[in-house]
Nanobody
Framework: QEQLVESGGGLVQPGDSLRLSCAASGRTYSNDVMAWFRQAPGKEREYVSA????????IYPDSVKDRFTISRDNAKNTVFLQMNDLKTDDTALYYC???????????????WGQGTQVTVSS
């Protein structure tokens, strides 16, 4: 069974850091593009980052560029999201996703995790 399980979320203060993990199971994901999305209450789901199958090419929206870093360990079927200098606007449920295209569009991803909550508050 294909499954993505996120972990690492929590309650932090502005300026703090968090590292999210996404453990993939059911098959190898080395041929998948992996991505992180987030959704805050009352808002649309938005992409946070995506990383290519090989060469580790990553894309980010301007809202998190230079603060967030996506990485992957194909040997462990795991994807990470290092989040630095967190802001209250980063508060959201963060989802891991697997797909075939390096894209910021949610429709490009076919497998989704259940999400991990990140709350940034003073």
């Amino acid at each position: 069974q294909e499954q993505l399980v996120e972990s690492g979320g929590g309650l932090v203060q502005p300026g703090d850091s968090l590292r999210l993990s996404c453990a993939a199971s059911g098959r190898t994901y080395s041929n998948d593009v992996m991505a992180w999305f987030r959704q805050a209450p009352g808002k649309e789901r938005e992409y946070v980052s995506a990383i290519s199958r090989s060469l580790n090419i990553a894309i980010y929206p301007d809202s998190v560029k230079d603060r967030f870093t996506i990485s992957r360990d194909n040997a462990k079927n795991t994807v990470f999201l290092q989040m630095n200098d967190l802001k209250t606007d980063d508060t959201a449920l963060y989802y891991c996703a697997a797909g075939g295209l390096l894209s910021g569009e949610a429709s490009a991803y076919k497998i989704w995790g259940q999400g991990t909550q990140v709350t940034v508050s003073s």
